[in-house]
């Protein structure tokens, strides 16, 4: 791509210092961000369009940043060398505030997944990207699943956000959850992760972090010729036969762009380790021949039969700059899952028997559309602003059948999210301080059915719907604001605060199938939440960080009106004086390195959850038991307990003892209880990693152990105790989550900057596993084989 100076013709060659190869995939960019290009292939990008009175800007997520004057560029030759990173540590981070900063001035611990690691370790969901990070906890409940765990929070406590739009909906439920497998692996650039409470900036669902997804961004030509780029993978995994395809493609001119995606995936039965725990082992499992329903041996027990499935994903965004200082973005996501089966139900078994026949989720179908425009002009009330529109459309449903019966138990919701998000952010006078402020409106519109067919006769008639079966409706509103300041090159001080109002309507059209004591739910909430942070340089290697921060949680509707089986014999029923939650959290972070050769950080958090959320027994009707699905089970609700508190550390260290080898090391620990002092879900335990990674020329490699703790008995939450089927058995036939540990080996190979070729194998010692609170054992060993080109 050649590509000319506005004043006069000129291309700038990017290479890597070390070696002297040509760097691809370089963000070159001017001082205020008007003019934006990357190197392609050959290391190579056109600098038209940028002004000679300002600074451009070389940054690679491999590389140390760098920032050369036009004068400077002609006089190196219009050739750029960059540094490689001595520590994987960021540099500038966006999630916090949702504009760039240095990562040196923000108070929280904010973790990131880079496109290297991405590219590198082969996600094969977006659960499993997540994971990357080596900080978040990811439960499964089946193949098809992966709901994340931080800081003791998950599901609808721990937020989802997709290019600046929140995915959490008002049936974001309080168990586990899958629907970050909509998102697509294979376009994810970068991933942050804010630990702590993000209500300042992101709101209600806040509580434990925000996952902060930034997808490709479609890309313009910077010259007189057209800007193209293509990209295609294919991914093979044995424990699971996986098979991955991915498409995708970039036209853009100097004012107009557009990039289109497409991904498929297909599963088949996943294949646990082949040593320990024989509790976890698939001896049998269910089939419908035509005499009925049948209990089938299995030859292979090591095979988890009924846990495959398939997926596709489908991107497209068309981005135009219609003046200087405006440019637009229309995005289209569309992710579609196959039916999914219910692992974790499907080896339940009562009296000795399998109890379920079916258990599976329907095409989980998720679509967004959104606009996206920024604006940048310096004014007196802002130096840019952005609007973000969207619309999503999200479908789930469940099916369950119990084992000889020819009644399939059919559930279906269907929700319409309208969001507006406005953010504006200003520099005033100086450079040293950022003033932010904005608004988000956020309207859900949930239906919500149900009915059971004979899946002999394909007969069906109506029956009791997960939630209310009228109107729902769920509305959201808040405004904040914000202010970063550094006092000095030592000093950095942060404070935020936003207002949230939520209110639920929702209404029973038809009460005959449950026979509640009400009819409507309606509630309001509204609560005042803020942050203040302080930094802390005493040198250009270390940073003392403190953080104090509130966080706020309105009850959903499924948190205040669902009614559904838990666990065997426990069922789940509304509660419409439910309170919303407040968290009060506090972190502590240092971190420095030494002599280039050691970098080292550690986090402190305590975090207290008032009026906390928690299952506990119920009365229904005055009644402590109900006959749900023709069986008599223990009711169930969600309350509000006195209190929680949670608290733990991160530790990370990175050593460095070779420019070509690098030694990282990561380290969670969490603790949780109630105010009886019982165990919280969501706190999972010990957990963390190692990695031993090289890098010379083409060539990368990782062998890296993943380790977890044990769970005894006596520190599982009491609705874990109620599902022993999940867990191993302890010498007084108690259930329990042991320990484990897996040794794995990641390596890829770089053809002339076009194709990636990577190998790998997971769990190399076939370990047989189970994390906590997991329905489906972990892959035994895994061998993966992907291909990418780049054109």
Known sequence: MLLSLSVFSQTVTVLSSEDGRSVTDVAIYSEDRRQFSYTNYA??????????????????????????????????????????????????????????????????????????????????????????????????????????????????????????????????????????????????????????????????????????????????????????????????????????????????????????????????????????????????????????????????????????????????????????????????????????????????????????GDWFYGPQVWMMNSAMASYTRESLLFDEVRVTVARQDYGESRHDRKFDDVSLYEQEEKVGIWSVNLDFDKTPGEKNSLLYYGAEYVFNDIKSTANTRDIVTGETEPAGSRYPNGKNIYNSFAAYGGYKYNLSEKYSLSTGMRYNFVSLNSEIADNSYYNFPFTEIKVANSAVTGAAGFVYRPDNKTDITLNLSTGFRAPNLDDMGKVFESAPGVVMVPNPDLKPEYLYNIDAGVSGEAANFIHAEATFFFSYLDNAMVREEFLFNDQPTIIYQDEVSDVYALVNAGYAIIYGTQIKAELKPHPTLRIKSMLNLTSGHDNENEPLRHVPPIFGATHLTYEKGFIKADFYALYNGSVPYDKLAPSEKDKAYLYATDENGNPWSPGWFTLNLKSSFNVANRLDLTIGIENILDVRYRPYSSGIASPGRNFIFSARIRI
């Open 43 to 356: 290391g190579k990008a056109s600098l038209e369009g940028f002004r000679k009175d300002q600074p451009v800007h070389f940054q690679h997520f491999s590389y140390e940043r760098i920032t050369y004057t036009l004068p400077e560029l002609e006089k190196a030759g219009w050739v750029v060398k960059l540094v490689t990173k001595t520590f994987e540590v960021e540099e500038f981070i966006v999630s916090a505030h949702r504009y760039e900063q240095r990562s040196d001035e923000v108070p929280n611990l904010i973790s990131t997944v880079s496109l290297p690691a991405i590219r590198l370790h082969n996600p094969q969901t977006t659960a499993d990207l997540i994971s990357l990070s080596g900080d978040v906890y990811v439960q499964k409940s089946q193949l098809g699943g992966g709901s994340p765990m931080i800081r003791g929070f998950a599901t609808n406590r721990v937020l989802i956000v997709i290019d600046g739009v929140r995915m959490n909906n008002a049936i974001y439920r309080e168990g586990n959850i899958q629907n970050i497998l909509s998102l697509d692996p294979s376009v994810t650039d970068r991933t942050e992760v804010i630990f702590g409470p993000g209500a300042t900036m992101y709101g209600s669902d806040a509580l434990g972090g925000v996952m902060d997804f930034y997808t490709k961004r479609a890309l313009y030509s910077t010259g007189d010729s057209v800007y193209y780029k293509a990209e295609a993978l294919a991914r093979y995994s044995s424990a699971a036969d996986e098979k991955t395809l991915h498409f995708d493609f970039n036209v853009g001119g100097n004012k107009i762009a557009f990039l289109t995606s497409v991904s498929w995936s297909d599963f088949g039965h996943l294949k646990m380790g082949s040593w320990k725990y024989p509790e976890y082992l698939r001896n049998e499992y269910q089939a419908r021949t035509s005499t009925g329903d049948t209990t089938i041996i299995n030859d292979n027990p090591h095979i988890q039969v009924a846990s495959g499935y398939s997926q596709l994903n489908l991107m497209n965004k068309l981005r135009f700059r219609l003046t200087h200082n405006l440019d637009i973005t229309l995005a289209n996501h569309y992710s579609q899952l196959s039916d999914v089966p219910r692992y974790d139900r499907l080896i339940q078994k009562k009296e000795g028997i399998l109890r379920y």
